[in-house]
């Protein structure tokens, strides 16, 4: 029966599955010498699977770190404005690693990077609704207030968010620090609900992701996961 081509490409660490898609329909794979098409399932014990002509290598062993970006750090793994990546801070992790998801460059936090795609596209996937919770200073604006319209339904970018959970974890005159955990992931949500709520961010951290916690690891420092965090992961495919 075989596995899917973008699976197995994934799997050897090439590409995340979505790239790997890319290139099947880009007519880059080949199975047999016969240019794959999408869906399309092979057996690397069998079958002869080639990427831009090269055989495909033996799936790499699976690597799952949690870095803590700073800012200043774009969250790709190369840059054609050549700024600094997120890949410059792993570059010891020994193997090719893939960011899951993104942090805006302004942003700090918890990343999780790996090579394995499968796992990757899971923690992503919205289907999962995998909480992110975030660590917010504001200034300005109704600080109460902010955090009603904030936990209530909001319309960012003509889309309906699904309610926020919003807790003031500290306050002084003019600012605040706020707990925001959210079950979506669209582009600067949390940074366009502040906006809209009246709020200028001054930082925003992510904190935890799902189970997955940052706790004390040092600004722009990485560790291995740990085997229960990984097995937290699996259970989400």
């Keep these: 029966m075989g596995e899917r081509i973008q699976k197995l490409i ?127 200073t504001v200034t300005g604006g109704d600080i109460d207030g902010a955090v009603r319209l904030m936990s209530g339904e909001m319309v960012i970018d003509g889309y309906k968010i699904s309610p926020a959970k919003v807790k003031i974890a500290s306050k002084g005159k003019n600012s605040a620090v706020f707990s925001v955990t959210i079950g979506e992931g669209r582009n600067r949500q949390v940074r366009k609900m502040c906006s809209q709520a009246g709020l200028t961010v001054k930082r925003l951290q992510r904190i935890s992701q799902g189970e997955l916690s940052l706790g004390d690891l040092p600004l722009g420092k990485w560790r291995f996961l740990s085997e229960d965090e990984i097995e937290y992961l699996n259970s989400i495919k």
Excluded at 39 to 65: E, H, K, N
Excluded at 92 to 98: E, F, K, Q
């Design 10 to 136: 994934s799997a050897a660490g090439l590409a995340s599955r979505r790239a790997a898609e890319k290139m099947i329909i880009d007519g880059r794979v080949k199975v047999n010498g016969v240019t794959a098409v999408l869906g399309q399932r092979a057996d690397p014990s069998t079958d002869i699977i080639t990427v831009d002509g090269s055989t495909l290598p033996a799936p790499a062993r699976l690597v799952y770190i949690m870095l803590n970006k700073p800012r200043g750090y774009v969250t790709t793994l190369r840059d054609e404005k050549e700024r600094k990546t997120v890949a410059d801070l792993v570059s010891d992790a020994g193997t090719r690693l893939y960011p899951v998801g993104r942090l805006d460059m302004d942003s700090e936090g918890l990343l999780i990077m790996t090579n394995d795609g499968e796992t990757a596209n899971a923690l992503m996937h919205p289907s999962h609704k995998v909480k992110k919770t975030y660590l917010v």
